[in-house]
């Protein structure tokens, strides 16, 4: 008789989730009999789902290419086709979970609520006899002669590792696994954290708690890297909000620490700076008595606009008909683009998912490890992130999903 074989998906999360899913089924096609059992160190599996999105999941996007991913971008464009974001919307529609696209493209479940995905995701586990050990931090893995011993008392024919980054506010349980492919030799890229937001150098905290809708543009030693539209929040150590957290996947720490790169606000991107400079005209001409204080809270927050007067040097009273050119150019300047000094990115606490993490030349086309056979990874340990809009959780559904199939497509 076929003795079942004893699968550990290491780490609970939404790719542990799905791989677990993806590898149950795989077997029951293939008439393989097997225990599967989700090794969680948390007190509770999918905790980190409950807070994505705000709590509202942003679990996929309208347009995904590589184009929005950062790190082993070929490994992606090998994988992704495997379990698109089209087969993933139907593994939900097929678990009962409806979903609804935002106006940017943006996929939630249809209630809108985390919960509903990780209800969806946690059923199927129970109808698929998927076992959880919660409160169980795998830290070690060996090798046996027929498959690998966990904490050195728990046997597996084959493994999954899903363990996530070092992002989040959570306490984070990684470092035993990380150690453990350090240890086998694997590579991985350096860990730091991304999606967060940016210290600024001697940043002012005037500023603080000011939120505007803006465009940021990141450059490094004065080379425009990329810029980001969105919601610009102003906090006490420096520049936060989504425009801020997509530009970060593109700071690296060395250059950061040499001072690199500095963030570029534009605070009326609506209107160029030629169509700024002719309303001034205008409401000078029709206006002469305004202050200048007024005139730009007609176009800026007012904290804002009381900070670039004082950076220009401008009492905020002055009335527009006593304004030179050059000075009303040096204040329209500003609005449209101060320049902060980039001190450091926020720390992992702060972000949203780690950079770094395993290399693609470690793993075979199906998330096998090359150096651990039988051993397989997914999610955000491998050295793939994506920006903000729904990008990593599909990678996290994606990569579970290819690694839970052949994790049991490759048994001989
Ligand atoms: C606040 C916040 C909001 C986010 N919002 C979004 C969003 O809306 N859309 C989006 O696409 N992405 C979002 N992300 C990113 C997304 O949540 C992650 O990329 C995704 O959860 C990664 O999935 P994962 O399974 O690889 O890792 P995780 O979800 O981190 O799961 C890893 C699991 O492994 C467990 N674990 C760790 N070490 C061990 C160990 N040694 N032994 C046993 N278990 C272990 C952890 O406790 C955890 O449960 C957000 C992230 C944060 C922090």
């Given at each position: 008789m076929q003795h079942p074989l004893h699968i550990a998906v290491i780490g609970g999360g939404a790719s542990g989730l799905t791989a677990a899913i993806f590898a149950a089924n795989e077997a029951a096609v293939r008439n393989r009999k097997v225990n599967i059992t989700l090794y969680e160190a948390a007190?509770?599996?999918?905790?980190?789902?409950?807070?994505?999105?705000?709590?509202?999941?942003?679990?996929?996007?309208?347009?995904?290419?590589?184009?929005?991913?950062?790190?082993?971008?070929?490994?992606?464009?090998?994988?992704?086709?495997?379990?698109?974001?089209?087969?993933?919307?139907?593994?939900?529609?097929?678990?009962?979970?409806?979903t609804v696209s935002d106006e940017a493209g943006r996929i939630y479940p249809y209630s809108r609520k985390a919960a509903s995905v990780l209800d969806a995701l946690l059923t199927e586990c129970a109808r698929l006899g998927i076992r959880q050990s919660v409160d169980t931090k795998i830290s070690s893995i060996r090798k046996t002669p027929d498959g690998y011993l966990l904490n050195e008392d728990i046997f597996a024919d084959r493994a999954i590792l899903a363990v996530g980054g070092k992002a989040g506010s959570a306490k984070q349980h990684t470092d035993g696994v990380f150690s453990v492919l350090a240890a086998a030799g694997i590579g991985c890229a350096p860990f730091y954290p991304a999606l967060t937001a940016f210290e600024i150098k001697g940043f002012t905290k005037s500023l603080k708690g000011i939120r505007a809708a803006g465009e940021l543009m990141l450059s490094k030693n004065g080379k425009t890297l990329a810029c980001a539209a969105g919601e610009i929040q102003y906090t006490e150590y420096g520049i936060s909000g989504i425009a801020a957290m997509e530009l970060s996947c593109y700071a690296e720490p060395?250059?950061?620490?040499?001072?690199?790169?500095?963030?570029?606000?534009?605070?009326?991107?609506?209107?160029?700076?030629?169509?700024?400079?002719?309303?001034?005209?205008?409401?000078?001409?029709?206006?002469?008595?305004?202050?200048?204080?007024?005139?730009?809270?007609?176009?800026?927050p007012k904290a804002l606009a009381q900070y670039f007067l004082k950076e220009s040097e401008t009492d905020p009273q002055t009335p527009l008909g006593d304004m030179t050119r050059k000075q009303a150019d040096g204040l329209l300047g500003l609005c449209k683009a101060k320049t902060y000094p980039v001190g450091a990115l926020r720390g992992f606490e702060n972000a949203q998912v780690m950079r770094g993490g395993i290399r693609a030349s470690e793993l075979t086309d199906t998330l096998q490890m090359k150096k651990m056979p039988g051993v397989y990874a997914c999610g955000e340990m491998i050295d793939i992130i994506g920006t903000c809009g729904g990008y990593n959780l599909q990678w996290a559904w994606t990569s579970g999903a290819v690694a839970g199939m052949n994790c049991i497509r490759e048994i001989e």
């Open positions: 007190d509770r599996v999918g905790k980190k789902i409950l807070v994505t999105g705000n709590g509202r999941c942003n679990l996929t996007n309208e347009q995904i290419s590589s184009a929005s991913y950062f790190g082993e971008t070929g490994l992606f464009d090998r994988i992704y086709p495997l379990f698109d974001r089209d087969k993933t919307l139907s593994f939900f529609a097929s678990l009962g979970l409806l060395e250059a950061i620490r040499n001072g690199a790169y500095a963030l570029t606000a534009d605070s009326i991107p609506a209107f160029a700076f030629s169509e700024l400079r002719a309303h001034f005209e205008k409401m000078k001409k029709s206006r002469p008595d305004m202050p200048a204080i007024v005139f730009l809270t007609g176009l800026t």
